[in-house]
Structures are given as structure tokens and as C-alpha cells.
């Protein structure tokens, strides 16, 4: 049998290669944004909004992809972001990012939505960060601070743009719930999918038994598969600045702030104390119609005061990573295109796909007549549309 990766050119050809092999309901959870896609469609929009100012005749043969981020030297500028149940679109999918981002070099954000326990996960891949999502009351927060200190986690994520639950109806409509229903849709799923039931799902449960959501909480949550289909998350409406001031006096490790779009958040999170905020809008998962973290990205960077910004959402090209930190962003996070990649191959799949876009950037630096990463700003760019930057 042909290697699959090696049609797998760009970050783009994971995705058709995936959705082949998922069950619709899991393809539609990874795949899915809000309501009309707004969001979505605006991410990958506000790239081409931007044109490059090469300089030529630049001896570029010694440049470094090679960046520092919160006091850490990493290979290259982009990092894996945080993705929920990512185990049950690959086997020991948190796992598998999290490795491939180890040995690559480059930052791993594991989702508090994951199968697989946090500890594991530190084990497999040290230095990983974590993203959390608020459990309901005090108690309940300061239990789960103190199991991410304890687990070797030094850097702390809080995802703050989920107070309520997202409109999702491509879920809805493909069979998708958190936990899954059992159903004769879903078992036919599984059935008419055999590379995924067999190499994800029964492998996982022979294994390691029925998945669990893991790390939502101190202790053990619901499992994945369940007639109940509350999900295991306590409403975060009531969650505020005062919960985040009080995480911070209690975790002792670097704090970040992601889903930072309103210059007036970075200001807060400045005065808090955070070491850094993500500009992100989820993916477009979560408010469709919000606006593209490209565009946020210079009023809230003027806000950060110096604090470190970076950014999610959108980023599909080593050229949407040098016009992101042309535009001020330290780093970037990309998400579905690694799910998918795990998809397809695993561990290896991710490391393909992080070696894709890293000597994307590395040739495109050549490109443009760069060195250094600490080179580039605004200088390089354009807006094609409504006057130069």
C-alpha cells in the first residue's frame, strides 16, 4: 500500500483524506463551524487582504525559522492548538499531537475537552501546555489548578470565549453529541467506516477501555458514549474577571488568555497579571460573525502593553504565519489541519504536517529576504485592500 503522506503536499490535502475516513458525525464536530460560517470563512479571508513587500538581494542562505516564545526557544513559529476529543478522530489523538509537537520543537496546547488524562499526555510530551475550561464553583477550580500544577504543567491556558454553548446546528444535523448517543445511525457510521472503527475506536476500547472525558474536572467525567447526552461541563455564564484574578494569585506557572478579540480584555488580562493572551475566535466555532483575529490582532497588541500576543484561527500557510507576525503576533496556533493529519497517519501524519508548514515559512522568509523572524514587521506588508499598513 502507497504511502498516504506522500500526497499530502500542504496543510490543505489532509482535510478530503480525513473526511473519508471519519464517520460523519466526527468528520462534522472537526470540520464544523457556526451557524452560516461567517467567522470561518472571514478567517481565511482577512490573509488575502494583505500583500507582501519582498526585499531582494538579501544573502538568506543562515535563516532560522527559530523563535522564542514566553522564555522558550522553539523551532519554528507554529504551535498545535487545542482540540477536544481529538482521541476519538485518531487513536491517542492527544497523545499524537502532543508527541509530534515535542519533536518537532514547536508549542502544543491539550485541550480540557480530551479523552486521554492529562497526565498521560505530560508524560508522552513534557513541556506540553494546558487548556482549561472552567468547571462551575470555586471548589471545583481551585481542584482542577492544583492536578494541572501537580501533573508538571507550566503552562496554563484559559480558553474565555465559551460562556455559553455555541449554535452549532452542522452538529445537529450530522448525528453529533457530546457524549454520543447510541443509535443505529452512529452504529451504521462505524460499520461503513472500517479503517476508523477498527484502528480508532475498538483499538481504543481493547486497549484502554471507553473513553472518558478526562480533564474537565479534578476527577474522572463522563464517558464519550453514553444514552445521556448532557454534556459533562457546568454552564460558564457566570465566570468573570474575579475567577480569573483569583487563578492567577493560585497558579504559580505562566498564564495565557485565549480568545482575546477586544482590545479592553487585553488591557485587563495585562493587569492581571497574564504573561500572554491568544487573539483567537475559536475557529469561528463560537460567535459567528465575529471578527477575524488578523484584524483584531494590531488594537489588541497596542493594548497588550508589552505582554506577548499570539494567534489562532485561520492559519492554513506559512504565509499566513509571516503576515500574522508581520502584523505583531509572537507566534501561531493551527488547529484542524493537525486533527486531520493525525487522522490519516498518526503521529507521523502530525509531524509531516508540522514539517509542511515550517518549511513553508522557512522558504517564504528566503522569499522575502529574511533572516531572522525579529526582522520581520509591518514594513513587509500591504493591505490590498483599503490602503498600505
Not at 494583505?50 to 542562505?61: A, I
Not at 494590531?298 to 492554513?316: K, N, Q, T
Request: contains cysteine; charged residues 20%.
Amino acid at each position: 500500500m502507497s504511502d498516504p503522506l506522500r500526497r499530502m503536499l500542504s496543510l490543505h490535502d489532509f482535510e478530503p483524506a480525513a473526511r473519508k475516513r471519519l464517520p460523519k458525525p466526527i468528520y462534522a464536530y472537526v470540520s464544523g463551524a457556526v451557524e452560516d460560517g461567517q467567522s470561518e470563512r472571514a478567517n481565511r479571508d482577512a490573509y488575502a487582504e494583505y500583500e507582501f513587500r519582498p526585499k531582494v538581494l538579501v544573502d538568506v542562505s543562515a535563516r532560522s525559522t527559530r523563535c522564542t516564545v514566553l522564555g522558550r526557544e522553539y523551532a519554528a513559529p507554529v504551535g498545535v492548538a487545542p482540540m477536544g476529543i481529538s482521541a476519538l478522530s485518531s487513536y491517542r489523538g492527544d497523545v499524537v499531537l502532543a508527541r509530534a509537537a515535542f519533536e518537532a520543537g514547536v508549542p502544543c496546547i491539550m485541550s480540557g475537552s480530551s479523552l486521554i488524562r492529562l497526565e498521560t499526555v505530560m508524560d508522552a510530551a513534557p513541556g506540553t501546555w494546558f487548556q482549561a475550561y472552567l468547571p462551575g464553583d470555586e471548589a471545583q477550580i481551585g481542584a482542577l489548578i492544583d492536578r494541572v500544577a501537580a501533573a508538571g504543567v507550566d503552562t496554563l491556558v484559559l480558553t474565555v470565549d465559551t460562556p455559553v454553548a455555541a449554535n452549532r446546528e452542522n452538529n445537529v444535523r450530522a448525528g453529533f453529541s457530546t457524549p454520543l448517543r447510541p443509535s443505529l445511525g452512529l452504529a451504521w457510521q462505524g460499520l461503513t467506516h472500517p479503517r476508523w472503527l477498527a484502528g480508532t475506536f475498538l483499538r481504543t476500547l481493547a486497549r484502554h477501555g471507553m473513553p472518558h472525558f478526562e480533564n474537565n474536572y479534578a476527577t474522572r467525567g463522563a464517558p464519550i458514549l453514553s444514552a445521556n447526552v448532557l454534556r459533562d461541563f457546568s454552564d460558564r455564564g457566570h465566570l468573570n474577571w474575579e475567577h480569573v484574578a483569583a487563578i492567577r494569585r493560585r497558579w504559580k506557572g505562566l498564564m495565557v488568555l485565549k480568545g482575546i478579540l477586544h482590545p479592553d480584555d487585553a488591557r485587563s488580562a495585562r493587569t492581571l497579571g497574564m504573561d500572554a493572551v491568544i487573539v483567537s475566535n475559536h475557529g469561528g466555532r463560537q460567535l459567528d460573525g465575529s471578527m477575524s483575529p488578523l484584524h483584531a490582532l494590531p488594537a489588541v497588541l497596542e493594548a497588550a502593553g508589552g505582554m506577548e500576543v499570539m494567534l489562532d484561527s485561520g492559519v492554513r500557510r506559512g504565509t499566513d504565519v509571516l503576515k500574522a507576525m508581520a502584523l505583531g503576533a509572537r507566534c501561531v496556533f493551527v488547529g484542524r489541519p493537525f486533527n486531520y493529519a493525525a487522522t490519516v497517519a498518526g503521529q507521523r501524519g502530525v509531524a509531516h504536517a508540522i514539517a509542511l508548514i515550517a518549511e513553508e515559512v522557512r522558504r517564504n522568509m528566503g522569499l522575502l529576504g529574511l533572516v531572522d523572524l525579529q526582522e520581520l514587521d509591518a514594513g513587509f506588508l500591504r493591505r490590498a485592500r483599503g490602503g498600505a499598513t
